[in-house]
Structure formats: structure tokens, C-alpha cells
């Protein structure tokens, strides 16, 4: 790496073209190995240079074992009762409607064997149809919606099925580089039996033109398990005159799992 790759990381500058064109790098290197025989991967480099605050964030040290206990004494509660059903609709939280286009989000929670995962806590954050966060550290200059505030959650039923009720989310600007976008995303979370066991991942929607820009997106160099995160449109699932449905399942394990977030990860 040059000193002036790393010079623009440390300042998070750059030209979409630079980044565009580092992104295509690492990918033809990643066919180079495939070509050659190496396996597939999955997850993302974890210093990958055109993401460029992970390569201040990365880490640099092997994981190791600790006593799960322990962690569990100072992990965060979320919340203090049991999960009702009205949770999953993110657009009746307010006294009001929120503004944007309203969409059904279903998918599976599948182990890699297929199989259902059930009763299993699933949770979304996101963005609003302006691609603002009600979040302090988001200033972005995008309107606020005061019917929307991006957060609900749900219990997987007997067959592995989740269900929200939700307002497409809009792209926003970060600070990766100059010009930077992020593509319309909802962020998911799935917490397993316990707090330690919790994983983190991000759904996109079909078609977006930003996903070649896109650091992130692309830090998953192979093709087919990017291609995973993209969820399908599900006529289907549409509900009549009210909101479109969009299918997306979640592998848990395997060959074809879901990638996830690394800790720290929540652009």
C-alpha cells in the first residue's frame, strides 16, 4: 500500500473513481484465487482499503475464548417484556402515518440444512424514506419523519418465518470518501439463545444502482454471497392496494449462509 492510499484513509478522502477502481482490484485479485483454486469466501476482508475506516478498525489480534457468564453480566437488556405481536409494524408506532412507500419484509430463519429456526429473536433498525436515522450522530440534512422512528423486532414462528410491516428506506451520504452513498438497507439482527450468540446483517433491495459503488456491499468479494443479501421482490407477498412484499431468507450456517456484520460494523 502506498503512503498516499494511506495517507487518504486516515482522512477518509478520495474520488468515487478511486474507490470504485480499488473495488474492481480486490475483486479481479478474488477471481485470480478462484481461478487458481482457492474456496470461496464469504465474508468480507476485514481491512479491506476501499472501506477505508476498516482499516483503523480492524482487528489485529487473534479472537479469544472467555467465559460467556461473565460477558452476559454486562451485556444490555432489550427491554423488559415479552414481544408483542403489534412490534413488527414499524408504521403504527406514532400517532400518525409515516411518509414513504409501506412494504412487507418475510423471509426464514434456516439453519444450513434448511431446516426452521424457531422462536428466535429478530430485530431491525433502519433508515426512513429520506435515508435519515433518528439518531444524534446522524446529520445527515434530510427530514426527520415524527411517524417513524426505524426500530421493531419479532419472534420466528414454528417454521422459521419473520414478518415486519415497514417504509422502504432511502440511500444516505458517509464519510467513507468524497460523494460517498450508502444503498437503501435494513439492518437485521438475530440473537440466538443468549446475548453472545447475537449476528448482525444488512438486507439491500434489488436493482439499486449503487450497489458497484459501494465499499461495503463490496467488501463480500464473491458474487454469489452478495447476491444473498439481496432480497426479491414477492408479488405475492404484496398486499393489495396498501404495501409491496419482498422476500429475503436468512441461512444461519453452510456453504450458502447469510454474511454478517463484524462487532463495530453499523454504517
Request: contains cysteine; charged residues 25%; glycine residues 8%.
Amino acid at each position: 500500500m502506498s503512503t498516499e492510499t494511506v495517507n487518504l484513509s486516515d482522512r477518509g478522502e478520495g474520488s468515487q473513481d478511486q474507490i470504485s477502481g480499488e473495488i474492481q482490484a480486490k475483486h479481479a485479485e478474488y477471481r485470480q484465487k478462484l481461478d487458481a483454486g482457492a474456496s470461496p469466501s464469504v465474508q468480507p476482508d476485514l481491512d479491506f482499503a476501499p472501506y477505508r475506516s476498516s482499516i483503523l478498525r480492524h482487528p489485529t489480534k487473534n479472537l479469544r475464548h472467555v467465559d460467556p457468564e461473565e460477558i452476559e453480566l454486562a451485556s444490555p437488556a432489550f427491554g423488559h417484556t415479552d414481544v408483542a405481536e403489534l412490534e413488527s409494524n414499524l408504521t403504527i408506532v406514532h400517532s400518525g402515518e409515516p411518509l414513504g412507500e409501506r412494504m412487507v419484509v418475510q423471509g426464514r430463519l434456516l439453519d444450513g440444512e434448511g431446516r426452521p429456526v424457531r422462536n428466535q429473536l429478530v430485530e431491525v433498525w433502519q433508515a426512513n424514506a429520506a435515508g435519515r436515522y433518528i439518531h444524534k450522530r446522524d446529520q445527515h440534512p434530510a427530514p426527520i419523519d415524527p411517524n417513524f422512528t426505524g426500530a421493531g423486532r419479532c419472534l420466528t414462528d414454528d417454521d422459521g418465518w419473520y414478518r415486519f410491516l415497514t417504509i422502504k428506506p432511502g440511500a444516505y451520504p458517509w464519510k467513507n470518501h468524497r460523494n460517498a452513498w450508502r444503498p437503501a438497507h435494513i439492518h437485521f439482527s438475530v440473537f440466538g439463545t443468549a446475548f453472545t450468540q447475537r449476528i448482525v446483517t444488512q438486507m439491500y433491495f434489488p436493482g439499486d444502482p449503487l450497489f458497484p459503488l459501494d465499499p461495503i456491499y463490496n467488501s463480500i468479494v464473491d458474487q454469489d454471497a452478495r447476491d444473498r443479501l439481496v432480497a426479491n421482490f414477492d408479488h405475492n407477498l404484496t398486499s393489495p392496494e396498501w404495501a409491496l412484499g419482498y422476500r429475503w431468507d436468512i441461512v444461519l450456517t453452510g456453504s450458502k449462509s447469510t454474511w454478517v456484520e463484524p462487532e463495530g460494523d453499523e454504517a
